[in-house]
């Protein structure tokens, strides 16, 4: 059973792999944490590709896809919905926002005021959005991909530690290499290709998928491992953040879709080892130049 | 619930099978009758030694007792009841007691020990008697080394000991036959953990002096070296053996030359035509006041026991060691005989030239006693000493003799039984060694009025280049003369270097050996090719033996003073025993309590402990695994450096894989989980791991 | 009463000797239900042998010097370096060793109740000679056991029962004399495991009489009486209960003790017809009784004050009717 998965998921990083070119290992990680029932933050440059990313992956899951461009004149209404007085019905109604979608891309989230974020950070820790004193559930699944410019552009508001910290992957795509640039000169315009995919997985397949992921081994030595970083994160004086309790359950709980992805029912450190680069936005060093994910690769013992 | 039913007959099996019942006859319990006859060939081999010392009736009936109780063992119906224990007893206590008396002394305590070992080795019934029985074999062993020969003993015996430790480990088990290697392994590991301690025991122990007990050691007999007088042939025997008579150590200084290396023993002045001997008790000389010229060498002696009371010295010793008195003919003389090996220090010196003829050397050296002079004998002693200048050149002429006649050097010349053997040999047979060409010439001489004495000694060794060593062995004894030169005092004469020049610069080589005729083919140092490599590790044999004897056979309450100095620790006196009492116990003290409240490490795992052994496997094999390296990737890297031995590689770091990561739960709850069977074939297979990098 | 000394041949007794024992260590249930055995609470001692050894040993001591025998000194020496490794080892047999709980049967009382626990030896090297035995009661040496490397084992201990109802394990002494018998080591572990104890049925009178039961007319029968009928071959499916097992021991084949009156006849065991016994006996007497109905094949109830089981047969009931008289209190 769970091969089949495997094998659908497989083909539909492999069609992902078709437009967007020469960046497999954004795709798998953005896969796999949409395993992991998680979120998904892009830092990088306007123009490598963010938007297309999130495209192909709400096509090919078969969710529906919105998109919410920030900017510093947004207003929170604007993304959650509004509740309008409708004067036929003599009532209030609420009338839905751009949040309530299964997938979001949230883009250059950094441009948009803080009170902003926290409205859409508010939705993908909640998963439910409140306006006017009413909770208002937002669909299953839910994901969000935020992309955000690197923050010494000007404009831009930075994001709280705090709300880094619920997004579950950081990547970020960077510019193509060189054969992957000639075949997108060569053909301009991938929204041609985009429109012409069919979904492989639907909603309820996915449900079924993070399940599936979700059950993946985690045995002692394993966690032994984990908590070895997450205490050596939290100790060793060139952090001034170590990783936080969310931090670590969602780092294994990717690493479990990760090994989901790579067909084992077993995590092993490797797992935790490829996927710990990308979660540096949990953290902050002491030393901005310092590069803490190698420091936790190299100095914490492998049970 | 699952006795509800066998409850109804619980009042057949209220009785408990393990506390009412008599002690199982060992021979019964299966294995147990290998057991038994191992315990009594290691027993018998304890005792075996004392063959050599105890009278064979002892032994018969050491044997006739352990042999009964073999044959029980195969002939259950055999009585072996009280009464035929209390028979043996009485039958062996009273033979050792006819032979040796009470048993008290070492031989008679010895007689009544073995006779005790096999009449407790006839009592054995259970496992648990054999303990007390191995209690005694240990102590067996232990007077093995009572007596001088017991050295020999000491390297066999530590083996057996390790037998015996097995053998008590043997007992201790729950089941009889299990774990015999894991056993030999543990006694192994025993003994390397015992090593420190016997080292430390051993050089640090305080040795006291003397002995605790009235009764000391008996007698030393037959042990061979030089005679006290010289028979034309006694010392052919002598010269067979390649016996160490003694070892002398140069430490850091140059050895004499082959030439010089003339090892007096003593000097026969006395003869009576066919034997020469100290005489009566020996001659005493007074020492002679005389200025030392130049010291020439500073050596040390270790010298094998040949029951004779002189000590051996290069000329000319300078004083005499500790016990001993220096005679004015340079002898040495002991205050009692040699016995035991005994180490004395000498210094080698030169004199000068004034010295004087004591009027008893004038009368001894000119005595010819009862010898038989014959006419031609006088007649060639004339021819020696007309117009001769001086005694020198009447000796010198007496060389040319037997230089230019037909004179053969042979180990075994013809018997001279005639009245006048002098004469015998020098115009009929004229064949012999040194004994008779020694004799000879000094019989010549003293006809010629010259005072002529026999020296008798060794000449040569075999040079150690490895432990700066000469090693004289019984086939190095030779005889030479002293005549008086006035003006220059008693100098020596080698009539045999006339004959035999080789003699004096090589030693006999017994191994190419007496070939026609016995006629002797003389060994000369340059050496070539596998001659040269059998003569190297000759030396390292020799250089290991000399160590051997220095730190461990001739280590005494001397050499430990040298030792203590040497560390630093001071005398061997009152004050270093309560230092060493001191020590020790602070010594046990910390490691017991470094053993007790060292800091608490939780016991690791068996997964754990299997993944950690192969890390150190992979590691003896030149590949470590990285600190943060996850097992994977460990794997591909382990399998690309060793392809040779993939499919091992694979398999055991699958399994690890399979036990520390897909398995639900910490490690020591998959370890109590785990199939045991599989974990000792995976134990195994790491282990058997085994490729050179 | 009790065929077994209560108290050990080997340790005092008294308030001193309790006192004592208070201080010393002993070897807790950890958190996870596992009884390590950790290097402090290990204690080691010279047995006989032991003794006998170090008299030997300065023995030859005085024998090497008095004959300045090197052989002698070393072999004193060596031997005095294998005792102290024989400490060393003899200690390190017990330490790391992980016990389970004690796990046991109910038992009549009288006879030893009968504990057992897994040991695992979870070192790599094999351990042997392990044994133990309920503390004060060294009468009671369990049969030692082996363990290879990483393997378990299961020590049965017996402990003597001198009263029905629950008896604790208690302290028990785990030791061994392994490798060479000069030295013993142990450990304590307290175990709080118990045991159920049924009452005794050693000595009581035969010929309970059921006739005093007036609430059934049909059970004037008593066991020992005219219903048993003859034995009857014994056919596969048949029940196991009615074997005539002591024939079976003497060797004269499977039979079934054939009853009249297997059926239909319900037997009430009441407290009430015990009377005129002693209360310890007059539970024993009902004990009895239960047993030999259900050796018969009975069905049988139980009423005893504050308890009372309707009329049944099986190991199951027989097990029920025991565990009630045997936690019964006046």
């Given at each position: 059973?769970?091969?089949?998965?495997?094998?659908?998921?497989?083909?539909?990083?492999?069609?992902?792999?078709?437009?967007?070119?020469?960046?497999?290992?954004?795709?798998?990680?953005?896969?796999?944490?949409?395993?992991?029932?998680?979120?998904?933050?892009?830092?990088?440059?306007?123009?490598?590709?963010?938007?297309?990313?999130?495209?192909?992956?709400?096509?090919?899951?078969?969710?529906?896809?919105?998109?919410?461009?920030?900017?510093?004149?947004?207003?929170?209404?604007?993304?959650?919905?509004?509740?309008?007085?409708?004067?036929?019905?003599?009532?209030?109604?609420?009338?839905?926002?751009?949040?309530?979608?299964?997938?979001?891309?949230?883009?250059?989230?950094?441009?948009?005021?803080?009170?902003?974020?926290?409205?859409?950070?508010?939705?993908?820790?909640?998963?439910?959005?409140?306006?006017?004193?009413?909770?208002?559930?937002?669909?299953?699944?839910?994901?969000?991909?935020?992309?955000?410019?690197?923050?010494?552009?000007?404009?831009?508001?930075?994001?709280?530690?705090?709300?880094?910290?619920?997004?579950?992957?950081?990547?970020?795509?960077?510019?193509?290499?060189?054969?992957?640039?000639?075949?997108?000169?060569?053909?301009?315009?991938?929204?041609?290709?985009?429109?012409?995919?069919?979904?492989?997985?639907?909603?309820?397949?996915?449900?079924?998928?993070?399940?599936?992921?979700?059950?993946?081994?985690?045995?002692?030595?394993?966690?032994?491992?984990?908590?070895?970083?997450?205490?050596?994160?939290?100790?060793?004086?060139?952090?001034?953040?170590?990783?936080?309790?969310?931090?670590?359950?969602?780092?294994?709980?990717?690493?479990?879709?990760?090994?989901?992805?790579?067909?084992?029912?077993?995590?092993?450190?490797?797992?935790?080892?490829?996927?710990?680069?990308?979660?540096?936005?949990?953290?902050?060093?002491?030393?901005?130049?310092?590069?803490?994910?190698?420091?936790?690769?190299?100095?914490?013992?492998?049970? | 619930?699952?006795?509800?039913?066998?409850?109804?007959?619980?009042?057949?099996?209220?009785?408990?099978?393990?506390?009412?019942?008599?002690?199982?006859?060992?021979?019964?319990?299966?294995?147990?009758?290998?057991?038994?006859?191992?315990?009594?060939?290691?027993?018998?081999?304890?005792?075996?030694?004392?063959?050599?010392?105890?009278?064979?009736?002892?032994?018969?009936?050491?044997?006739?007792?352990?042999?009964?109780?073999?044959?029980?063992?195969?002939?259950?119906?055999?009585?072996?009841?009280?009464?035929?224990?209390?028979?043996?007893?009485?039958?062996?206590?009273?033979?050792?007691?006819?032979?040796?008396?009470?048993?008290?002394?070492?031989?008679?305590?010895?007689?009544?020990?073995?006779?005790?070992?096999?009449?407790?080795?006839?009592?054995?019934?259970?496992?648990?008697?054999?303990?007390?029985?191995?209690?005694?074999?240990?102590?067996?062993?232990?007077?093995?080394?009572?007596?001088?020969?017991?050295?020999?003993?000491?390297?066999?015996?530590?083996?057996?000991?390790?037998?015996?430790?097995?053998?008590?480990?043997?007992?201790?088990?729950?089941?009889?036959?299990?774990?015999?290697?894991?056993?030999?392994?543990?006694?192994?590991?025993?003994?390397?953990?015992?090593?420190?301690?016997?080292?430390?025991?051993?050089?640090?122990?305080?040795?006291?002096?003397?002995?605790?007990?009235?009764?000391?050691?008996?007698?030393?007999?037959?042990?061979?070296?030089?005679?006290?007088?010289?028979?034309?042939?006694?010392?052919?025997?002598?010269?067979?053996?390649?016996?160490?008579?003694?070892?002398?150590?140069?430490?850091?200084?140059?050895?004499?030359?082959?030439?010089?290396?003339?090892?007096?023993?003593?000097?026969?002045?006395?003869?009576?035509?066919?034997?020469?001997?100290?005489?009566?008790?020996?001659?005493?000389?007074?020492?002679?006041?005389?200025?030392?010229?130049?010291?020439?060498?500073?050596?040390?002696?270790?010298?094998?026991?040949?029951?004779?009371?002189?000590?051996?010295?290069?000329?000319?010793?300078?004083?005499?060691?500790?016990?001993?008195?220096?005679?004015?003919?340079?002898?040495?003389?002991?205050?009692?005989?040699?016995?035991?090996?005994?180490?004395?220090?000498l210094d080698a010196v030169s004199f000068d030239d004034s010295e004087q003829l004591l009027a008893a050397e004038e009368r001894l050296g000119l005595d010819l006693g009862k010898t038989e002079i014959t006419p031609r004998l006088q007649k060639l002693v004339d021819s020696f000493t007309d117009q001769a200048p001086s005694s020198i050149a009447i000796a010198n002429r007496a060389l040319q003799y037997f230089n230019q006649n037909e004179f053969v050097y042979s180990l075994s010349p013809p018997l001279l039984d005639s009245n006048a053997p002098v004469d015998e040999f020098m115009f009929e047979s004229q064949t012999g060694f040194c004994g008779h060409y020694a004799s000879s010439f000094a019989t010549m001489m003293r006809q010629a009025d010259i005072p002529a004495r026999i020296v008798v000694g060794y000449l040569g060794g075999d040079y150690n280049p490895r432990s700066n060593q000469i090693v004289v062995r019984q086939s190095h004894a030779h005889a030479w003369t002293e005549i008086w030169q006035e003006g220059q005092g008693w100098i020596r004469v080698d009539p045999t270097a006339a004959v035999a020049p080789e003699r004096i610069e090589s030693s006999i080589d017994l191994n190419g050996s007496t070939g026609n005729n016995g006629q002797v083919l003389f060994s000369s140092l340059n050496l070539t090719g596998f001659k040269k490599f059998i003569t190297e590790a000759i030396w390292i044999k020799d250089s290991i033996k000399a160590k051997w004897n220095r730190w461990f056979i001739n280590f005494d309450r001397d050499r430990q003073q040298e030792l203590l100095r040497s560390l630093g620790l001071g005398n061997l006196d009152f004050r270093y025993i309560t230092i060493f009492a001191f020590l020790l116990a602070l010594t046990i003290i910390t490691m017991v309590s470094l053993l007790i409240f060292r800091r608490e490490k939780k016991p690791l795992d068996a997964t754990t402990q299997l993944s950690l052994l192969f890390d150190k496997k992979m590691m003896s094999m030149g590949l470590a695994r990285g600190k943060s390296e996850g097992p994977r990737d460990f794997q591909l890297r382990a399998?690309?450096?060793?392809?040779?031995?993939?499919?091992?590689?694979?398999?055991?770091?699958?399994?690890?894989?399979?036990?520390?990561?897909?398995?639900?739960?910490?490690?020591?709850?998959?370890?109590?989980?785990?199939?045991?069977?599989?974990?000792?074939?995976?134990?195994?297979?790491?282990?058997?791991?085994?490729?050179?990098? | 009463?009790?065929?077994?000394?209560?108290?050990?041949?080997?340790?005092?007794?008294?308030?001193?000797?309790?006192?004592?024992?208070?201080?010393?260590?002993?070897?807790?249930?950890?958190?996870?239900?596992?009884?390590?055995?950790?290097?402090?609470?290990?204690?080691?001692?010279?047995?006989?042998?032991?003794?006998?050894?170090?008299?030997?040993?300065?023995?030859?001591?005085?024998?090497?010097?008095?004959?300045?025998?090197?052989?002698?000194?070393?072999?004193?020496?060596?031997?005095?370096?294998?005792?102290?490794?024989?400490?060393?080892?003899?200690?390190?047999?017990?330490?790391?060793?992980?016990?389970?709980?004690?796990?046991?049967?109910?038992?009549?009382?009288?006879?030893?109740?009968?504990?057992?626990?897994?040991?695992?030896?979870?070192?790599?090297?094999?351990?042997?000679?392990?044994?133990?035995?309920?503390?004060?009661?060294?009468?009671?040496?369990?049969?030692?056991?082996?363990?290879?490397?990483?393997?378990?084992?299961?020590?049965?201990?017996?402990?003597?029962?001198?009263?029905?109802?629950?008896?604790?394990?208690?302290?028990?002494?785990?030791?061994?004399?392994?490798?060479?018998?000069?030295?013993?080591?142990?450990?304590?572990?307290?175990?709080?495991?118990?045991?159920?104890?049924?009452?005794?049925?050693?000595?009581?009178?035969?010929?309970?009489?059921?006739?005093?039961?007036?609430?059934?007319?049909?059970?004037?029968?008593?066991?020992?009486?005219?219903?048993?009928?003859?034995?009857?071959?014994?056919?596969?499916?048949?029940?196991?209960?009615?074997?005539?097992?002591?024939?079976?021991?003497?060797?004269?084949?499977?039979?079934?003790?054939?009853?009249?009156?297997?059926?239909?006849?319900?037997?009430?065991?009441?407290?009430?017809?015990?009377?005129?016994?002693?209360?310890?006996?007059?539970?024993?007497?009902?004990?009895?009784?239960?047993?030999?109905?259900?050796?018969?094949?009975?069905?049988?109830?139980?009423?005893?004050?504050?308890?009372?089981?309707?009329?049944?047969?099986?190991?199951?009931?027989?097990?029920?009717?025991?565990?009630?008289?045997?936690?019964?209190?006046?």
């Amino acid at each position: 059973m769970k091969n089949t998965y495997q094998h659908k998921l497989e083909i539909l990083i492999d069609q992902a792999n078709q437009i967007i070119l020469g960046k497999p290992d954004a795709i798998k990680l953005a896969v796999a944490t949409l395993l992991a029932n998680g979120h998904l933050l892009i830092t990088d440059k306007p123009g490598v590709g963010k938007t297309t990313l999130a495209n192909v992956i709400a096509q090919l899951f078969g969710l529906n896809f919105k998109r919410i461009q920030f900017t510093s004149d947004l207003l929170p209404a604007d993304i959650t919905g509004v509740t309008i007085f409708d004067q036929e019905q003599h009532q209030f109604s609420f009338h839905q926002g751009p949040l309530f979608t299964q997938l979001v891309l949230a883009d250059e989230i950094n441009r948009a005021t803080p009170k902003c974020q926290s409205a859409l950070l508010e939705g993908m820790e909640e998963r439910q959005v409140t306006v006017d004193r009413q909770s208002h559930k937002l669909p299953s699944p839910f994901f969000v991909i935020a992309t955000r410019n690197p923050d010494e552009q000007s404009g831009t508001f930075m994001l709280p530690d705090s709300q880094l910290d619920r997004f579950m992957l950081g990547i970020s795509l960077g510019y193509p290499d060189r054969a992957a640039e000639r075949e997108m000169l060569l053909n301009p315009d991938p929204r041609n290709k985009l429109e012409s995919l069919d979904p492989i997985l639907d909603p309820d397949l996915l449900v079924q998928l993070q399940g599936a992921a979700s059950e993946v081994t985690t045995s002692g030595p394993l966690l032994d491992y984990l908590q070895n970083l997450l205490a050596f994160s939290r100790q060793d004086p060139a952090f001034q953040s170590g990783y936080s309790p969310r931090a670590g359950m969602s780092l294994l709980a990717v690493a479990r879709a990760w090994a989901f992805l790579e067909r084992r029912d077993h995590v092993l450190p490797e797992d935790i080892q490829t996927i710990l680069p990308y979660t540096r936005h949990h953290l902050s060093a002491k030393d901005q130049g310092t590069d803490l994910s190698q420091l936790l690769l190299t100095h914490v013992a492998v049970p | 619930m699952r006795s509800l039913t066998s409850r109804f007959s619980w009042r057949k099996n209220n009785k408990l099978n393990n506390h009412d019942e008599k002690p199982k006859l060992i021979e019964s319990t299966p294995g147990g009758l290998r057991l038994l006859l191992i315990s009594i060939g290691l027993l018998t081999l304890t005792a075996l030694p004392h063959f050599g010392h105890l009278r064979i009736e002892i032994m018969i009936v050491f044997l006739a007792l352990v042999g009964y109780r073999c044959l029980a063992a195969k002939y259950r119906n055999l009585p072996r009841n009280r009464w035929v224990i209390y028979l043996s007893a009485t039958i062996g206590f009273s033979i050792s007691a006819w032979f040796y008396g009470p048993p008290f002394g070492r031989d008679p305590g010895v007689a009544f020990l073995v006779v005790l070992l096999g009449l407790k080795s006839l009592e054995i019934t259970s496992r648990r008697d054999v303990s007390i029985v191995i209690m005694l074999g240990f102590f067996t062993i232990m007077t093995q080394f009572l007596y001088a020969d017991g050295v020999s003993w000491t390297i066999p015996m530590i083996i057996l000991v390790g037998g015996l430790m097995w053998l008590l480990a043997q007992m201790e088990h729950a089941e009889p036959q299990t774990f015999m290697l894991g056993d030999i392994k543990l006694v192994g590991k025993m003994f390397l953990q015992a090593l420190p301690v016997v080292v430390i025991l051993f050089y640090l122990f305080p040795r006291l002096s003397g002995s605790l007990f009235l009764f000391q050691g008996d007698g030393n007999s037959g042990v061979t070296g030089l005679g006290d007088s010289l028979k034309m042939g006694s010392i052919s025997s002598l010269v067979e053996s390649e016996e160490v008579a003694f070892v002398a150590s140069f430490f850091d200084q140059e050895p004499p030359p082959p030439s010089e290396r003339y090892w007096r023993g003593t000097n026969f002045w006395v003869t009576d035509g066919r034997e020469w001997s100290r005489g009566g008790h020996g001659v005493h000389l007074i020492s002679k006041e005389r200025t030392i010229v130049e010291k020439k060498y500073t050596y040390e002696i270790e010298l094998q026991p040949n029951n004779q009371n002189w000590l051996f010295a290069l000329d000319h010793p300078g004083q005499a060691p500790k016990n001993a008195w220096l005679q004015g003919d340079h002898h040495i003389i002991n205050k009692e005989p040699v016995k035991s090996e005994i180490r004395y220090e000498l210094d080698a010196v030169s004199f000068d030239d004034s010295e004087q003829l004591l009027a008893a050397e004038e009368r001894l050296g000119l005595d010819l006693g009862k010898t038989e002079i014959t006419p031609r004998l006088q007649k060639l002693v004339d021819s020696f000493t007309d117009q001769a200048p001086s005694s020198i050149a009447i000796a010198n002429r007496a060389l040319q003799y037997f230089n230019q006649n037909e004179f053969v050097y042979s180990l075994s010349p013809p018997l001279l039984d005639s009245n006048a053997p002098v004469d015998e040999f020098m115009f009929e047979s004229q064949t012999g060694f040194c004994g008779h060409y020694a004799s000879s010439f000094a019989t010549m001489m003293r006809q010629a009025d010259i005072p002529a004495r026999i020296v008798v000694g060794y000449l040569g060794g075999d040079y150690n280049p490895r432990s700066n060593q000469i090693v004289v062995r019984q086939s190095h004894a030779h005889a030479w003369t002293e005549i008086w030169q006035e003006g220059q005092g008693w100098i020596r004469v080698d009539p045999t270097a006339a004959v035999a020049p080789e003699r004096i610069e090589s030693s006999i080589d017994l191994n190419g050996s007496t070939g026609n005729n016995g006629q002797v083919l003389f060994s000369s140092l340059n050496l070539t090719g596998f001659k040269k490599f059998i003569t190297e590790a000759i030396w390292i044999k020799d250089s290991i033996k000399a160590k051997w004897n220095r730190w461990f056979i001739n280590f005494d309450r001397d050499r430990q003073q040298e030792l203590l100095r040497s560390l630093g620790l001071g005398n061997l006196d009152f004050r270093y025993i309560t230092i060493f009492a001191f020590l020790l116990a602070l010594t046990i003290i910390t490691m017991v309590s470094l053993l007790i409240f060292r800091r608490e490490k939780k016991p690791l795992d068996a997964t754990t402990q299997l993944s950690l052994l192969f890390d150190k496997k992979m590691m003896s094999m030149g590949l470590a695994r990285g600190k943060s390296e996850g097992p994977r990737d460990f794997q591909l890297r382990a399998v690309k450096a060793f392809p040779s031995q993939k499919s091992e590689l694979k398999d055991i770091s699958n399994q690890l894989i399979r036990l520390r990561y897909r398995m639900q739960g910490s490690s020591e709850e998959v370890s109590h989980r785990a199939d045991t069977n599989q974990l000792v074939q995976l134990k195994k297979a790491i282990k058997s791991l085994n490729i050179k990098p | 009463m009790s065929l077994f000394p209560e108290s050990g041949v080997d340790a005092p007794s008294g308030r001193i000797w309790d006192w004592l024992q208070s201080l010393t260590r002993t070897v807790e249930t950890e958190s996870n239900g596992v009884r390590v055995v950790r290097p402090k609470q290990v204690y080691i001692f010279p047995t006989r042998y032991g003794f006998l050894y170090c008299i030997m040993l300065i023995a030859m001591l005085f024998g090497s010097n008095n004959y300045g025998s090197n052989p002698g000194f070393l072999f004193t020496f060596l031997l005095t370096g294998l005792g102290l490794a024989a400490l060393f080892q003899t200690w390190k047999n017990l330490v790391g060793l992980q016990l389970s709980s004690a796990r046991s049967s109910p038992v009549f009382c009288g006879q030893p109740a009968r504990f057992e626990v897994t040991v695992k030896n979870v070192d790599t090297v094999h351990k042997a000679g392990i044994s133990c035995y309920p503390w004060k009661n060294k009468f009671f040496m369990s049969k030692a056991i082996d363990l290879p490397a990483l393997e378990e084992g299961t020590l049965v201990i017996n402990k003597p029962t001198a009263s029905r109802g629950q008896m604790l394990l208690g302290k028990v002494c785990l030791t061994t004399r392994y490798p060479l018998g000069l030295l013993r080591s142990w450990v304590y572990i307290q175990f709080d495991e118990s045991c159920l104890v049924y009452p005794s049925i050693g000595e009581v009178a035969e010929g309970f009489d059921y006739a005093q039961d007036n609430q059934s007319a049909k059970s004037s029968t008593k066991v020992d009486g005219d219903d048993f009928a003859g034995h009857k071959t014994y056919q596969d499916g048949d029940n196991v209960m009615h074997v005539d097992w002591k024939a079976v021991a003497r060797g004269k084949g499977w039979n079934l003790k054939h009853f009249e009156d297997q059926k239909g006849e319900e037997i009430w065991l009441h407290w009430g017809a015990t009377s005129g016994l002693e209360f310890e006996q007059r539970i024993s007497a009902l004990t009895k009784a239960v047993v030999q109905l259900e050796k018969a094949g009975k069905s049988y109830g139980l009423s005893i004050p504050g308890e009372k089981l309707q009329p049944s047969s099986g190991a199951n009931h027989q097990h029920l009717c025991l565990k009630a008289l045997a936690l019964f209190q006046a």
